[in-house]
């Protein structure tokens, strides 16, 4: 990343605190583990707000980092960083203080933290990748994914070219959901809708899926957890359970884990949705 500076300028504002304080009262939903991944705090794509609601809402025993939640890739050309970014890592670092067990296994575009492998800042352990038991004594792999990523292993130039059309496709998914929320529409996700559309994209999700999946059976585990792909799933590879986080640009979800060891993928956008709509329904009529 560049400009150290301006690091140690974010770190002296997430110290002071948030910009937006922290919801008080009510409940928060308890689970037993969250796992989110792919924030990419520092590019104008990151949903921080959404982000920042989910935080306020929900609580857990442990909590995941599954990679990518700074974008080292981005912040190197262009230094992009709102105060709801400190909001956020203060929210995070408050949790770890707090008693939740937290566990950061950078990804491909924060891998400048993988050098600190091992060691505990502020209470968030970094680990390259993690062995998590289920309440119900099932043995998963948690880890970001980019090294099943051929070609982020094979062809970096190629997946910077692809990161910066991605970016572009953020930028206009941005101006369209900006649009929409004036017009008092719900989010909606342009990229996360022509992944479904685009026959390449869905071969290429198949492909990673199984290649994780294949990865943990040679460890003889259960399952695995990742991210890095921005498309939140649940499913049986070879009867190895297959269980990606999503992320926080396109699709906005977490995947939890109940008490019980249930494991579910929370689509945010939808229940802010859902929280809203009775409110507004209420002030049409």
């Not at 990161?163 to 017009?183: C, E, F, H, Q």
């Not at 943990?216 to 799933?233: K, P």
Request: hydrophobic share 45%; aromatic share 10%; proline share 2%.
């Amino acid at each position: 990343m560049r400009g150290g500076g301006q690091i140690k300028d974010v770190l002296a504002e997430v110290a002071v605190g948030p910009s937006i304080p922290e919801k008080t009262g009510g409940t928060r939903t308890r689970y037993r583990t969250i796992w989110i991944s792919d924030i990419h705090l520092g590019t104008r794509g990151c949903n921080a707000d959404m982000l920042i609601d989910f935080l306020d809402s929900v609580d857990s025993d442990m909590m995941y980092l599954v990679g990518d939640i700074i974008d080292g890739w981005r912040l190197r050309k262009t230094w992009h960083w709102p105060v709801k970014h400190n909001d956020i890592l203060w929210r995070i670092l408050k949790r770890a203080r707090r008693g939740t067990d937290m566990i950061y296994i950078p990804g491909n575009h924060d891998e400048a933290f993988r050098q600190f492998v091992g060691m505990n800042f502020g209470g968030v352990e970094i680990k390259r990748k993690a062995i998590h038991e289920t309440a119900d004594g099932r043995r998963l792999l948690v880890c970001h994914g980019d090294e099943f990523d051929a070609v982020v292993l094979y062809a970096r130039w190629l997946a910077l070219l692809g990161d910066a059309a991605y970016i572009g496709m953020m930028k206009v998914n941005w101006l369209l959901n900006k649009v929409r929320s004036r017009l008092g529409m719900p989010y909606w996700s342009l990229s996360k809708h022509a992944k479904h559309k685009v026959k390449n994209a869905a071969q290429f999700i198949g492909q990673f899926e199984e290649a994780v999946a294949k990865a943990a059976a040679t460890r003889d585990l259960d399952g695995v957890v990742c991210g890095h792909i921005h498309t939140a799933e649940m499913r049986v590879i070879d009867g190895v359970q297959y269980y990606n986080d999503g992320d926080w640009v396109e699709g906005c979800t977490a995947l939890v884990e109940h008490f019980n060891g249930e494991m579910e993928i929370l689509h945010w956008a939808d229940i802010m949705a859902a929280r809203y709509a009775p409110l507004e329904l209420r002030s049409a009529a």
